[in-house]
Nanobody, 120 residues
Framework: QVQLVESGGGLVQPGGSLRLSCAASGSIFRINSMGWYRQAPGKQRELVAAFTRTGSTVYADSVKGRFTISRDNAKNTVYLQMNSLKPEDTAVYYC??????????????WGQGTAVTASS
């Protein structure tokens, strides 16, 4: 089993900043990709930012220049620094990881979600 534990969501005024964290634990042999998705009310879940299998980063166009994904490989943790938050960034943010388990099988895991609200 693989667990993803998220933290860092909350309420912030437009223009403000938040930093999300996601720590992976469990039967992990290798983390192949890891990143953040979000789902706003009435909308589909969408990719926000992620590290790909090659180690490169991808961002949604709507967050480029405002959000930055980073990681600490020793801690199996990824972070999402969100600056200049807008009301349209309001959503539940989910951490996602695609791993190879210690049994050398592929597995996709999701966190429980953390709510981010940008509102005055």
């Amino acid at each position: 089993q693989v667990q993803l534990v998220e933290s860092g969501g909350g309420l912030v005024q437009p223009g403000g900043s938040l930093r999300l964290s996601c720590a992976a634990s469990g039967s992990i042999f290798r983390i192949n990709s890891m990143g953040w998705y979000r789902q706003a009310p009435g909308k589909q879940r969408e990719l926000v930012a992620a590290f790909t299998r090659t180690g490169s980063t991808v961002y949604a166009d709507s967050v480029k220049g405002r959000f930055t994904i980073s990681r600490d490989n020793a801690k199996n943790t990824v972070y999402l620094q969100m600056n200049s938050l807008k009301p349209e960034d309001t959503a539940v943010y989910y951490c996602n990881a695609q791993v190879t388990t210690t049994r050398l099988t592929p597995l996709e895991a999701w966190g429980q979600g953390t709510a981010v609200t940008a509102s005055s």
